[in-house]
């Protein structure tokens, strides 16, 4: 499975990006799909999943009630809506692809893509 993430920028404290993550070479509805970021000088850390159909999420604290995560299952894409952006929400953005499953454990996903770069400005 290959995993191409697009939709980062620079934008200002306030502000509101959509990333998305296209997916080829697999069968898109068997994975739970996810997006993962990473600071300079952090590990990476989870930031939401959604499962096969797209019928339940799961959130980090951080982003919980400014990031949505949802799934187009008929473009193969999953997309990560970020809302009220912060300085501190400043990192590599990451999708990543987990066969039947999802999980905040950045240990048990299969399939990653090469990541979206978001600068938020204070």
């Known amino acids: 499975v290959q995993l191409q993430a697009s939709g980062g920028g620079l934008v200002q404290a306030g502000d509101s990006l959509r990333l998305s993550c296209t997916a080829s070479?697999?069968?898109?509805?068997?994975?739970?799909m996810g997006w993962f970021r990473q600071a300079p000088g952090k590990e990476r850390e989870f930031v939401a999943a959604?499962?096969?159909?797209?019928?339940?999420?799961i959130y980090a604290d951080s982003p919980k009630g400014r990031f949505t995560i949802s799934r187009d299952n008929a473009k193969n894409t999953v997309y990560l809506q970020m809302n009220r952006l912060k300085p501190e929400d400043t990192a590599v953005y990451y999708c990543?692809?987990?066969?039947?499953?999802?999980?905040?454990?950045?240990?048990?996903?299969?399939?990653w893509g090469q990541g979206t770069q978001v600068t938020v400005s204070s």
């Open positions: 959604i499962n096969r159909s797209g019928g339940s999420a």
């Open positions: 990543a692809a987990q066969l039947w499953g999802v999980d905040a454990d950045t240990r048990r996903w299969d399939y």
């Open positions: 070479g697999g069968t898109f509805s068997s994975y739970g």
